[in-house]
């Protein structure tokens, strides 16, 4: 058995400890039993952003988005398509910054979209400006190395 990972549940925000090597055989919640990845990215917002980012060991990649704005729309496709291909390696969430505009502040963010990469709680890069598939997919995993 290789040493565990921490994941947060995208459903209930249980945090679950899953072997390494079973990572990629469709783990569960320990709480609420729902999937652990669902190929879609997590809604994130004021009130479980810090959990889910302080607590993943998986990098988190988050898009700093908002309903009014057009490149975030023109993106959005793209950014679920990159949560189905990229999952269990990295897990991908979303931020409204005009739900959640005390971490949008905390943050910094004065352009949106913005992604975000996020190790260990901490944020690594980000990135401003919208991204098609093939772009957006390159800009992660060159951020996972």
């Not at 994941?7 to 990572?23: E, G, K, S, T």
């Not at 998986?58 to 291909?85: I, N, T, Y």
């Not at 005009?98 to 004065?110: D, F, H, L, N, V």
């Not at 190790?119 to 996972?144: H, P, Y």
Request: charged share 20%.
């Amino acid at each position: 058995m290789t040493q565990p990972i921490h994941l947060v549940c995208p459903h209930c925000d249980a945090i679950n400890r899953i072997p390494a090597d079973r990572i990629d055989h469709k783990p569960t919640c320990g709480k609420c039993k729902k999937p652990l990845f669902t190929g879609h990215p997590v809604e994130l917002n004021d009130g479980n952003f810090a959990r889910h980012i302080s607590n993943n060991d998986l990098p988190v990649v988050v898009d700093f988005w908002a309903p009014w704005c057009g490149p975030c729309k023109m993106m959005a496709p793209h950014f679920e398509s990159a949560a189905r291909q990229l999952e269990p390696r990295v897990r991908l969430a979303k931020l409204n910054t005009e739900q959640a505009q005390g971490t949008a502040a905390k943050y910094g963010i004065r352009s949106i979209p913005t992604l975000a990469v996020f190790k260990n709680g901490r944020e690594v890069t980000r990135q401003a400006g919208a991204m098609d598939a093939r772009s957006l997919n390159q800009w992660i995993q060159s951020q996972l190395r």
